[in-house]
């Protein structure tokens, strides 16, 4: 839906005799390219098969540990804290990077031939960089977060209000859908019609574009430029707060400040394990494309299934609430329950 918009109002201008194409795409022969071939991760057959199995098992743990992390917070009154609503909403982007492309990639492992549509692949394009700019300023807010937490504590219910927490989700995907619109912008109305092959598992921008029959060092630019402002600057802002509470934190050395730079040392994990892999991507000029696609694999695979595992094992409370969850829920007697309601039902 989101790329047909996008399509109808960047769309390019109708050749007419008033207006005709220029001069160079005139002269082109090819007919105009309406599907890309993805290269995927390998061309290894004998490989596929067991990148299909480890990858099915890595993008339902995905799914299954970032949905329990949003049911925890929710259901335990406990949790609900502005540190644990920012939590249970990167958790649900966590689950929509990983989606955007993952699924295709798994069953793209069992084809010989990996194509996608033009409207899929500008599709992937926009909810990469939504998704991908929306957590960059979720992990900027829930610095901001940790930061008033230790070093403004008496003011931390005040700043860190319920409304304020629901601005900046808002705020978040708003910052993400500005970004994917202007990167859609850049690309939208450049002319494909020669070579369609992508050297990844997904339509990754900087790829794709290199694709366009034009030269594309101007428009290459503003895309790096576009992305690399969005990413340095979350990462100069997530710096700048960690360093200020780390210099808070060292200078206590109560039990709660230990339980702070737990929490910390978890953020930052978090942090350089998602803004390493895309400022090299898409700032760093010198990377190949092998290492872009291991890196694209980290960033949208990995960083998804290591957030739960470094939120929830890492933290106290999350694994209080989880174990009263698992005890709520799945009770022998509970289940059994639930399996007789469910047996009378389908009898019925």
Known sequence: VFPSLFYSYFSPLQVTEENPLPRSMNETNHSQVTEFVLLGLTSSKELQPFLFVTFLLLYLAILLGNLLIILTVTSDPRLHTPMYFLLANLSFIDICVASFATPKMISDLLLE???????????????????????????????????VAICKPLHYMTVMSRRVCICLVLVSWAVG?????????????????????????????????????????????????????????????????????????????????????????????????????????????????????????????FTPILNPVIYSLRNKEMKAAMSKLKSRYLRPGRVSALTGRALSLQTE
Not at 116 to 133: E, P, R, W, Y
Not at 219 to 248: H, K, P, R, W
């Open 113 to 147: 031939r990996k194509t996608i549509s033009f409207d899929a692949c500008l599709a992937q394009i926009f909810f990469v960089h939504l998704f991908t700019g929306s957590e960059m300023v979720i992990l900027v807010s829930m610095a901001y977060d940790r930061y």
């Open 177 to 301: 859908f500005i970004h994917t619109t202007s990167q859609l912008a850049f690309t939208i109305n450049l002319p494909f019609c020669g070579p369609n092959q992508v050297d990844s598992f997904f339509c990754d921008l900087p790829l794709v574009t290199k694709l366009a029959c034009m030269d594309t060092y101007v428009v290459s630019l503003l895309i790096v430029a576009d992305s690399g402002f969005l990413s340095t600057s979350s990462f100069l802002l997530l710096l700048v707060s960690y360093t200020v509470i780390l210099i808070t934190v060292r200078s206590r050395s109560s039990a709660s400040m230990a339980k702070a730079r737990s929490t910390l040392t978890a953020h930052i994990t978090v942090v350089v394990l998602f803004f390493g892999p895309c400022i090299f991507i898409y700032v760093w000029p010198f990377s190949s494309y092998s290492i872009d696609k291991i890196l694209a694999v980290f960033y949208t695979i």
